[in-house]
């Protein structure tokens, strides 16, 4: 039984998230759906990164198993094909070893989130970046966000309803730059907690604003009290950019 593996680009805004759901539309489902018009075979699609309600991938990477083989390019253009006119691209298919784990095997997962900075809404990029109009100082945020980097209990911005088995987390990268109009907060890890990446953006914030110092943020991350975080940003500038595996 061959297992393929996908990269995936997807916006998204239309969907309850990456994982099937009974409330809406979910990019599993739609991916699930679309192989079984390829295959007439109904799959599970595990993927390295359940991603929230409009939350975007550029790099999001999955695998299903198959009960015959097909040419990788065949799989791709026909799930394209199939996939259509959902904001869904299967940019790459392979095929991998039947101990490949899209979730599991990962050893790292990288996420942007991009801010736009300025005093006019985004025209072309709505929902796509958030859109935040005060000037915000971007070396600041860029110094508090070191606090947060290594191995720490991540229970200050961890969302209440997360599951993980303990918010001990190590954040291997946490940096903020300004490009243009844009912040771009760019972090890397093995996993992260649920709502983890868009509390960093949201509490950041309030330092760019001046509203916080740096060090407040590792008074934050010390107190290991979710009622210390900011405000969880919203979904709109968050990508998953790219997930790491161990080589063959």
Request: glycine fraction near 8%; hydrophobic fraction near 40%.
């Amino acid at each position: 039984m061959p297992r393929y593996r996908l990269t995936i680009e997807y916006d998204g805004g239309p969907f309850v998230g990456w994982q099937r759901q009974d409330n809406g539309p979910s990019v599993q489902g739609a991916l699930e759906d679309a192989i079984e018009k390829l295959s007439a075979t109904r799959v599970t699609v595990v993927g390295a990164g359940r991603t929230d309600a409009g939350v975007h991938a550029l790099g999001q990477v999955a695998h299903f198993d198959l009960d015959r083989d097909y040419p990788p390019d065949k799989v791709r253009d026909a799930l394209n094909y199939h996939l259509r006119p959902a904001p869904i691209s299967v940019l790459e298919a392979a095929v991998a070893d039947g101990q490949f784990h899209a979730r599991f095997s990962a050893s790292a997962r990288h996420y942007l989130f991009r801010i736009l900075n300025r005093r006019s809404p985004p025209a072309l990029e709505r929902g796509k970046v958030w859109h935040v109009a005060v000037p915000l100082d971007a070396p600041a945020m860029g110094a508090a966000a070191q606090y947060l980097v290594g191995k720490h209990d991540f229970t200050t911005f961890r969302a209440a309803e997360c599951q993980a088995q303990t918010p001990v987390k190590t954040l291997d990268r946490l940096e903020v730059f300004r490009r243009a109009d844009e912040i771009h907060i760019e972090a890397s890890a093995r996993s992260f907690l649920h709502h983890q990446i868009r509390s960093f953006s949201g509490t950041l914030k309030l330092v760019g604003e001046g509203k916080w110092r740096p060090h407040d943020v590792k008074k934050a991350l010390e107190a290991r009290d979710r009622a210390a975080c900011g405000p969880v940003s919203p979904p709109d500038g968050l990508y998953l950019v790219k997930v790491d595996y161990p080589p063959c």
